[in-house]
């Protein structure tokens, strides 16, 4: 069982935004971050590493260890994998909700099995990174521990 919450900062924003925990490792995660980064005109997401400090208070072991899962966190639910990337197309709007709603109807195994072969070779096709990427000074107040 997860330990309650305690009243940091970070959790408090964090239930109030839905967060896209990834891998600041991996080349592919970093991109989807920035993908998702310049389509979030209205600021929706925020952002946090899988390896980080947010992650740890609000993920459970399982989903910090799985580091090729992309893990969306709206309040108390979460969405691991596909379910995430359907999540935030449908919340970027425009035909970016489109796009998810069509991925949608695709049965969910389909599509994990889709991600977990892209998961599998992220390293290989798009690199990995030494460090956890770090925010330019205008992304800051959407980056979380």
């Known amino acids: 069982m997860n330990a309650p919450l305690q009243t940091t900062e970070p959790q408090t ?16 995660c970093n991109r989807s971050v920035d993908f998702v980064l310049a389509r979030d005109t209205r600021g929706v ?6 390896q980080g400090e947010t992650a740890e208070r609000l993920l459970t072991e399982n989903d910090r260890q799985e580091l090729g899962t992309l893990v969306l966190a709206e309040g108390e ?10 999540r935030i197309l449908l ?15 695709v049965p969910k195994p389909l599509r994990d099995l889709g991600y977990r072969c892209v998961a599998a070779n992220r390293y290989r096709l798009f690199g990995k990174k030494e460090f956890c990427r770090m925010p330019t000074p205008e992304e800051q107040a959407r980056f979380l521990p």
């Open 91 to 105: 919340k970027l709007g425009g035909v970016w909700k489109l796009l998810g709603a069509l991925l949608w109807c």
């Open 77 to 86: 639910q979460r969405y691991r994998r596909s379910s995430a990337v359907v």
């Open 13 to 28: 924003v964090a239930a109030t935004q839905p967060v896209m925990f990834f891998d600041g490792v991996c080349g592919l």
């Open 45 to 50: 997401f925020l952002y946090s590493p899988l």
